[in-house]
């Protein structure tokens, strides 16, 4: 868990308003007793988690396809190569949205900007994260490979049974 109490907090009133402000229908489904906390969810989202990223392309078509993702202070980080139709779609238009499902455990729906990360530390951080799990770095993957951080919008979380999927997997928070 790499996030800051600034990160967490950030996160959680994301969160909030996010479900605040979606449909009854939504709100219906993502009561109280099947939100999670921003806490809640940086524990139960480490490791890789495949995501599937949301894209359109220049004829407004909707675009899916799975993606290795990261969950690392407060939002996703993902990449792709520079070639891939994802990539190009990101560069031209860079709303996305993102949805990490878990079965029906769980589930972290978010929208908002795919942003490349440029060099610098917080590149450095991801590749040295990614790298750590991988055992490589993603850069050694391909001539142009991107990596992108979600500058999330809106994101609701979702538990099916939140208290026995806690518990199950050791959070306690």
Aim: charge should be negative; avoid cysteine.
């Amino acid at each position: 868990m790499l996030e800051t109490t600034t990160e967490l907090e950030s996160l959680q009133a994301l969160l909030e308003a996010s479900r605040g402000r979606g449909s009854t229908h939504l709100r219906s489904i993502i009561t109280a007793e099947h939100a999670l906390t921003a806490e809640q969810l940086v524990q139960l989202l480490t490791g890789m988690k495949v995501l599937s990223v949301a894209t359109v392309t220049s004829k407004g078509e909707p675009r899916i396809s799975a993606m290795d993702g990261h969950f690392l202070h407060g939002t996703w980080t993902f990449g792709t190569d520079g070639s891939s139709a994802k990539a190009k779609h990101i560069a031209r238009r860079p709303a996305v949205s993102v949805a990490h499902i878990d079965g029906e455990e769980l589930a972290l729906f978010s929208h908002g900007t795919a942003e490349l990360l440029a060099p610098g530390p917080e590149l450095d951080e991801v590749d040295a994260h990614w790298t750590a799990h991988y055992g490589t770095s993603p850069f050694s993957w391909g001539d142009d490979i991107r990596m992108y951080r979600l500058r999330m919008t809106w994101a609701v979380a979702y538990a099916f049974q939140r208290d026995e999927l806690l518990r199950g997997r050791g959070i306690t928070a």
